[in-house]
T-cell receptor, first 117, second 115 residues
Framework: EAGVAQSPRYKIIEKRQSVAFWCNPI?????LYWYQQILGQGPKLLIQ????????DSQLPKDRFSAERLKGVDSTLKIQPAKLEDSAVYLC???????????????FGPGTRLTVL | AQTVTQSQPEMSVQEAETVTLSCTYD???????LFWYKQPPSRQMILVIR??????QNATENRFSVNFQKAAKSFSLKISDSQLGDAAMYFC????????????FGGGTRLMVKP
């Protein structure tokens, strides 16, 4: 079974530029998550999708971050414009569903390391 | 709000020995779930073990086991017979029951394994 795919693996941009990250979850997984992991910290949830609907985006800085999952499969996370403090690893995860039980196990992708200069 | 604290930024263990990683959390909920994730240099988070708060029995997965102390809000991970491949960052995480599967992570502990 293929895992969660993310691209690119690395991205370097200058502040005020825009950037987009792509995630392809495990086939059949209804729930998709984007996390931000700043160096030396644990991941922080930015947004959670159930199919193509948003379940939780309370920690997403909506003035500059946006995310979509139009067809309930792939997802993109965009930052526009980027700030220095956005430098982090952006992790995508998916789970079969979000209800409690074995099907809620989150499987993570390898992440995209973003450096903002 | 729930918080998860890992007080050991780094731990070191000799190969084949046992090491315990600490985690404490703060919550007012009675039903919740706790997890340990491993993050090797490849950055891919891997679930190691999970514990349901309503279960008194501590979870075990092969060489990995937990000591869950609900009253003390403590959730430590014990790794027995440590192997070189166990070297990684370890994150403790909390999930509230019926909370849409949102995980709150601790700051992580870097585990080094000496040959």
């Amino acid at each position: 079974e293929a895992g969660v795919a993310q691209s690119p693996r690395y991205k370097i941009i200058e502040k005020r530029q825009s950037v987009a990250f792509w995630c392809n979850p495990i086939s059949g997984h209804a729930t998709l998550y984007w996390y931000q992991q700043i160096l030396g910290q644990g991941p922080k949830l930015l947004i959670q999708f159930q199919n193509n609907g948003v379940v939780d985006d309370s920690q997403l800085p909506k003035d500059r971050f946006s995310a979509e999952r139009l067809k309930g499969v792939d997802s993109t996370l965009k930052i526009q414009p980027a700030k220095l403090e956005d430098s982090a690893v952006y992790l995508c995860a998916s789970s079969l569903e979000s209800r409690v039980g074995l099907t809620d196990t989150q499987y993570f992708g390898p992440g995209t390391r973003l450096t903002v200069l | 709000a729930q918080t998860v604290t890992q007080s050991q930024p780094e731990m070191s263990v000799q190969e084949a020995e046992t090491v315990t990683l600490s985690c404490t959390y703060d919550t007012s909920e009675s039903d919740y779930y706790l997890f340990w994730y491993k993050q090797p240099p490849s950055r891919q988070m891997i679930l190691v073990i999970r514990q349901e708060a309503y279960k008194q029995q501590n979870a075990t997965e092969n060489r990995f086991s937990v000591n869950f102390q609900k009253a003390a809000k403590s959730f430590s991970l014990k790794i027995s017979d440590s192997q070189l491949g166990d070297a990684a960052m370890y994150f403790c995480a909390y999930r509230r029951d019926n909370a849409g599967n949102m995980l709150t992570f601790g700051g992580g502990t870097r585990l080094m394994v000496k040959p």
